[in-house]
């Protein structure tokens, strides 16, 4: 063969190299780019009643006599929740008495799961005209227990509450701990229960005044400027390491804390390294 004939064949050769080469590294970052952009997708919010790091507030509804409360995390959708924003029971002079609790209306879908460092915002409103209530009884000062299913996981009394007829804002900073990091679907779902009993209200003025007893629970949909939300620090799975994790070396194509399918990342990123070294290797030879 020629020299012209030996450098068209070279020439050939070094052209099907460099497609081979082309090919493997779009195919490489076309699957890099999907794997990254998996997490982005995942935390979009199928269902706006559904928590999900974008949507992590709760918002509280219920009925107009406090029959029933319900929560789901969709700020829009007040359906059968009273017009006026809130729940109100009246007691005449007699003991002012309510047990209260706020169940979230559907299933979790998927299992929720929440910054082991961050803090869960309870905010309630409530409008209370009583005697003063007995700190010393359990249940008697107004009362907040959170449920994680039917297991009551943290509660916290509020001696100081107003209970002279005036809007009063709860603020209840929940720090997450070991028990409240992941909340499985189906059976796990958070409740409040709110719980208060006093006196009701029986000065002279009494003689004279209205001193009806009043509890007054506000929902989402208020007018009154009261908060009535709770904040999750809702992550994805992939954000922090599951506490233990790891033991048997293996990822599983994610690595602990990081973007699922970094394994996979990882591989392909070696096949496309592999590719161009072996068509410079070419080149050389």
């Not at 107004?142 to 943290?154: E, M």
Request: glycine content about 12%; aromatic content about 8%.
């Amino acid at each position: 063969m020629n020299r012209y004939g030996e450098a068209s064949k070279m020439t050939g050769l070094e052209g099907q190299m460099m497609q081979k080469t082309v090919v493997s590294l779009s195919m490489a970052f076309f699957l890099l780019s999907s794997v990254v952009a998996a997490p982005v997708s995942a935390q979009a919010a199928d269902d706006p009643r559904q928590p999900s790091v974008e949507n992590p507030h709760m918002h509280f509804w219920g009925t107009g006599d406090l029959s029933s409360c319900w929560t789901h995390f969709d700020s829009n959708d007040s359906t059968g929740s009273s017009e006026e924003g809130y729940g109100e029971r009246t007691y005449g002079s007699g003991q002012v008495e309510i047990s209260l609790s706020c169940r979230m209306q559907d299933n979790l879908k998927d299992n929720m799961y929440l910054n082991p460092n961050g803090t869960i915002l309870i905010e309630v409103g409530v409008q209370i005209f009583s005697d003063d209530c007995d700190q010393a009884q359990p249940g008697s000062c107004l009362t907040l227990t959170l449920r994680k299913g039917n297991l009551a996981i943290a509660s916290r009394v509020f001696p100081a509450t107003d209970n002279a007829g005036n809007d009063e804002q709860i603020r209840w900073e929940l720090p997450v701990d070991r028990n409240m990091t992941e909340w499985n679907r189906s059976v796990e779902e958070p409740t409040l229960d709110i719980e208060y009993s006093a006196p009701g209200w029986n000065g002279l003025e009494c003689l004279i005044a209205d001193c009806t007893g009043v509890f007054r629970f506000y929902y989402s949909n208020n007018q009154d400027g009261m908060d009535a939300e709770v904040l999750w620090p809702v992550i994805n799975m992939t954000e922090e390491a599951p506490e233990g994790g790891g033991g048997d070396g293996e990822d599983g194509g994610s690595l602990p804390g990081g973007l699922p399918g970094f394994g996979l990342a990882a591989g392909l990123g070696s096949l496309a390294l592999a590719a161009v070294a072996a068509n410079s290797r070419f080149n050389r030879d």
